[in-house]
T-cell receptor, first 115, second 113 residues
């Protein structure tokens, strides 16, 4: 999985709870991303970060929050404001400004289920 | 609207046979196109990446082609193996300067013994 770890692999949440998904990389990549994957849909971007202490909203940021205090870490918090959080969450990293051949490396994913 | 469409949605083939997956995109301007393999419950793994100036790229039994004029790409799998059973995702990156990757919905391939 390219030096990116995600934990936990499975996560169960009760309605009204906030939960945090972990993403760590040892590839020395500057850019990190969070995606959500639902059946029958392409990956959708939640948040991305190009450098430490900076991050940008993606297409479906509502109900999610992130932080980027360290280069290696990009945790995602799923808040109670996210109405349909059950999904497979994927973290990725890449080297930005690497010409036209930058490649995203993905973690193994976290499957979140709301009970 | 920038879109990536893949076909077929699913495919079943016998072990040892060849198959071709299709990807059509409307992303413009275009930077690169990549194919990923995703096993069930795992993260995607990159197979090939092509820029707008490349027509073909191989990775073992996987060969990707790109026609930037018609905005079409294909992934050809030769002599399929049971381990090829997975989803194959086409991803296009725009050249607008933002970190925008457009993902297709994938083709789910099942290889039978």
């Amino acid at each position: 999985d390219g030096g990116i770890t995600q934990s936990p692999k499975y996560l169960f949440r009760k309605e009204g709870q906030n939960v945090t998904l972990s993403c760590e990389q040892n590839l020395n990549h500057d850019a990190m991303y969070w995606y959500r994957q639902d059946p029958g849909q392409g990956l959708r971007l939640i948040y991305y970060s190009q450098i430490v202490n900076d991050f940008q909203k993606g297409d479906i940021a509502e109900g999610y929050s992130v932080s980027r205090e360290k280069k290696e870490s990009f945790p995602l918090t799923v808040t109670s404001a996210q109405k349909n959080p059950t999904a497979f969450y994927l973290c990725a990293s890449s080297i930005p400004l690497a010409g036209f051949t930058d490649t995203q490396y993905f973690g193994p994913g976290t499957r979140l289920t709301v009970l | 609207k920038n879109q990536v469409e893949q076909s077929p949605q699913s495919l079943i083939i016998l072990e040892g046979k060849n198959c071709t997956l299709q990807c059509n995109y409307t992303v413009s301007p275009f930077s690169n196109l990549r194919w990923y393999k995703q096993d069930t419950g795992r993260g995607p793994v990159s197979l090939t990446i092509m820029t707008f100036s490349e027509n073909t790229k191989s990775n073992g039994r996987y060969t990707a082609t790109l026609d930037a004029d018609t905005k079409q790409s294909s992934l050809h799998i030769t002599a399929s193996q049971l381990s090829d059973s997975a989803s194959y995702i086409c991803v296009v990156r725009g050249a607008s300067g933002t970190y925008k990757y457009i993902f297709g919905t994938g083709t789910r391939l099942k290889v039978l013994a």
